[in-house]
């Protein structure tokens, strides 16, 4: 079921809300970023998306191909969410979901997860070894 999500950084400079279905698989990936950041996202189209608070206390981070775009807080670092700019549904929002406000353990704990194998640029499969992630 969708609905209107709350979510901030830990200094609480960067605050977004953003329309997400957390019935829906959420996605760990083993690529360069997500490993080193443990990024769990959930996804949101853009039309579901609002940057709230502290939209200049952000850093864009790209590399590689420069197609995704992530976002830090300049303060604590903690990266609320990024920006898939060629994704197989088109531009998404990728939430963090360990920055979400108001959701339990016991919310968190039933989410599905999909793994995928960024790492080797196969998002259509889980990589080998994921438990880590």
Same mark, same amino acid.
């Given at each position: 079921?969708?609905?209107t999500?709350?979510?901030?950084?830990?200094?609480?400079?960067?605050?977004?809300?953003?329309?997400?279905?957390?019935?829906?698989?959420?996605?760990?990936?083993?690529?360069?970023?997500?490993?080193?950041?443990?990024?769990?996202?959930?996804?949101?189209?853009? #039309? +579901?998306?609002?940057?709230?608070?502290?939209?200049?206390?952000?850093?864009? @981070? !790209?590399? &590689?191909?420069?197609?995704?775009?992530?976002f830090?807080?300049?303060?604590?670092?903690?990266?609320?969410?990024?920006?898939?700019?060629?994704?197989?549904i088109?531009?998404?929002?990728?939430?963090?979901?360990?920055?979400? #406000? +108001?959701?339990?353990?016991?919310?968190?704990?039933?989410?599905?997860?999909? @793994? !995928?194998? &960024?790492?080797?640029?196969?998002?259509?499969?889980?990589?080998?070894?994921?438990?880590?992630?």
């Open positions: 079921m969708m609905k999500y709350r979510a901030s950084c830990h200094c609480g400079s960067v605050a977004i809300e953003a329309d997400l279905d957390l019935m829906q698989p959420s996605f760990r990936c083993n690529c360069s970023i997500c490993r080193r950041n443990r990024f769990w996202v959930a996804v949101a189209k853009p #039309e +579901g998306f609002r940057i709230l608070t502290g939209e200049s206390e952000l850093t864009k @981070y !790209v590399f &590689g191909s420069r197609k995704n775009h992530h830090f807080c300049k303060h604590c670092g903690v990266r609320v969410f990024g920006i898939g700019n060629d994704t197989p088109g531009k998404m929002y990728g939430i963090n979901i360990g920055c979400l #406000e +108001g959701v339990t353990e016991e919310e968190l704990s039933r989410i599905p997860i999909t @793994y !995928v194998d &960024g790492m080797h640029d196969r998002w259509d499969a889980a990589p080998e070894f994921y438990s880590h992630l």
